[in-house]
């Protein structure tokens, strides 16, 4: 299973409720929600979609089916690895 990280030279932002990642290499922002602000933190250390699921679940106690959430952040890891803001290794 992949694993994903924080990108060098990446930071993020939290403004309210609405995080924003800058990438100074690229010059690029990335907004994203509460949620995604939370990823980007346990991101700090390689993540796989099914640690970030657990930590999700201890954190928050989610009602989502644990395959759909783990679901769900596989696909917004893959969005964040698309935009360039984490790293993924095997």
């Excluded at 509460?34 to 796989?48: A, E, K």
């Excluded at 657990?54 to 769900?72: A, D, K, N």
Aim: one cysteine or more; a negative charge; hydrophobic letters at 35%.
């Amino acid at each position: 299973m992949a694993e994903y990280s924080r990108k060098a030279g990446c930071e993020a932002v939290r403004l309210d409720d609405e995080w924003m990642i800058v990438d100074t290499e690229r010059a690029t922002i990335t907004k994203v929600n509460h949620t995604g602000g939370m990823c980007w933190t346990l991101l700090s250390s390689p993540q796989t979609a099914a640690s970030l699921a657990e930590e999700f679940r201890l954190l928050y106690g989610t009602g989502t089916e644990p395959e759909t959430l783990e679901q769900e952040l596989h696909c917004f890891l893959s969005d964040l690895h698309g935009c360039g803001l984490v790293e993924r290794g095997y």
